[in-house]
């Protein structure tokens, strides 16, 4: 006689990761996973949104004017675009420290 068992403890019926029943390692395990494909695609959108840009900007650091015409940042061009390296650098830093505490074990996140 061959009994149907539910779904493992950790798992509810529809198959979702039930994070209260996960030891605190696993849980931080999967924040780290979760951070990581959060980060990447961040940065994914980040460097779409640059090309975009570089493709306007040409090669020189100056905004042709039909650019300014289509777009113009509120903050201006030189700070908006500065804020947009500081955007990748602080994702990058994410993605980095998330990906440390992985391959050491370090409880950074």
Same mark, same amino acid.
């Given at each position: 006689?061959?009994? %149907? ?7 509810? &019926?529809?198959? %979702? ?8 390692? %696993? %849980? ?13 695609? &961040? ?14 900007? &040409? ?7 039909? &650019? ?42």
């Amino acid at each position: 006689m061959t009994e %149907k068992s539910g779904p493992p403890k950790d798992v509810d &019926a529809d198959r %979702k990761l039930i994070l209260e029943t996960l030891p605190p390692e %696993k %849980k931080l395990q999967h924040f780290r996973n979760v951070t990581v494909s959060l980060v990447n695609g &961040a940065l994914n959108v980040w460097a779409e949104l640059w090309k975009e840009l570089e493709d306007r900007l &040409a090669s020189s650091s100056a905004v042709p004017p039909e &650019a300014s015409r289509e777009f113009k940042p509120g903050c201006g061009w030189p700070e908006f675009l500065e804020k947009m390296c500081l955007l990748r650098y602080y994702l990058g830093a994410v993605r980095k420290l998330t990906e440390q505490g992985e391959e050491t074990g370090d409880s950074v996140l």
